[in-house]
């Protein structure tokens, strides 16, 4: 009897399902219901308000968002995978060789006009530099990124690269084994500097990132820790083709994690080639 009610329930699913479609229409070519329409099937209705479950309401826009960030790493790589060179230091920050690694994005113009310079160049690597930042609402960085060389922070210390106003425009947070207090910048930049690890600075990113995505900036160390924890969900890296012969190398580190990197998209722009992956 239960077996009989069960190949009836089937037979009436596919009937439903095949409504209304030609014998030769492939059966995921038809524009999907709305909520509320086509729903003729206890099946179908709660597989819709489990959907549902994965949205959150906005009350002030009264529309359905999705509510899910994204941990992306964004990093320029010599071809023989270094993201600097050897020796660096707080003169030289991206090692000797280092700074040929972005000079595919120094002239552009995409990157100029929001450091206050003019003119440059405008290129396939144009969408990449100005995209940098979209639907980003906090950085994580690693100590070598912000600068100021290891230890203790000081009596007086170090400000980071970027002048007064970093390129940022959102909440930082810094990882490093010693304290000091959050760094307020113009621009709506302000650094913090967390002691307890890279998924207690990914939860505060993520806390002040309110819904959008979260970027690594750098460095190798910094990326290397999130992937070998399996946090990374997006890598787009620009690949330069020079070699640097020591330094830095992003894929050292990883112990026994093997992330599964799916290619999704492949850019090619003068001086270097960019690379988009899920990663899993």
């Known amino acids: 009897m239960l077996q009989d009610g069960r190949k009836g329930h089937r037979q009436r699913s596919r009937e439903i399902h095949d409504r209304g479609r030609p014998r030769d229409q492939a059966l995921d070519?038809?524009?999907?219901?709305?909520i509320g329409e086509g729903v003729e099937d206890e099946v179908e209705l709660s597989g819709l308000l489990k959907q549902l479950l994965k949205y959150s309401v906005d009350p002030d826009a009264h529309r359905l968002e999705v509510d899910v960030s994204r941990l992306r790493v964004q990093i320029a790589m010599s071809l023989d995978g270094f993201v600097a060179g050897p020796?660096?230091?707080?003169?030289?920050?991206?090692?000797?060789?280092?700074?040929?690694?972005?000079?595919?994005?120094?002239?552009?113009?995409?990157?100029?006009?929001?450091?206050?310079?003019e003119g440059g160049e405008v290129d396939e690597s144009t969408p990449v530099v100005a995209g940098m930042f979209d639907n980003v609402g906090a950085t994580v960085m690693g100590r070598n990124m912000f600068g100021g060389g290891p230890g203790p922070w000081g009596d007086d210390p170090w400000p980071g690269w970027w002048g007064t106003n970093p390129p940022y425009h959102h909440?930082?947070?810094?990882?490093?084994?010693?304290?000091?207090?959050p760094l307020e910048l113009e621009g709506g930049t302000t650094f913090h500097f967390v002691t307890d690890g890279i998924e207690s600075a990914l939860q505060q990113a993520r806390e002040a990132a309110g819904g959008k995505d979260v970027l690594v900036g750098g460095g190798a160390r910094a990326v290397q820790q999130y992937l070998a924890a399996g946090l990374v969900d997006e890598m787009l890296i620009s690949i330069v083709p020079l070699l640097l012969g020591g330094g830095a190398r992003l894929f050292d580190g990883l112990g026994d994690a093997r992330p599964i990197l799916e290619q999704v998209q492949a850019i090619g722009a003068p001086g270097v080639t960019h690379l988009r992956y899920r990663v899993s």
């Open 29 to 34: 070519d038809r524009a999907p219901a709305r």
């Open 87 to 117: 020796e660096q230091s707080e003169e030289n920050p991206l090692g000797i060789g280092g700074m040929q690694l972005h000079e595919w994005a120094f002239r552009l113009k995409a990157f100029r006009e929001p450091h206050g310079e």
């Open 171 to 181: 909440p930082v947070f810094v990882l490093t084994h010693h304290a000091r207090e």
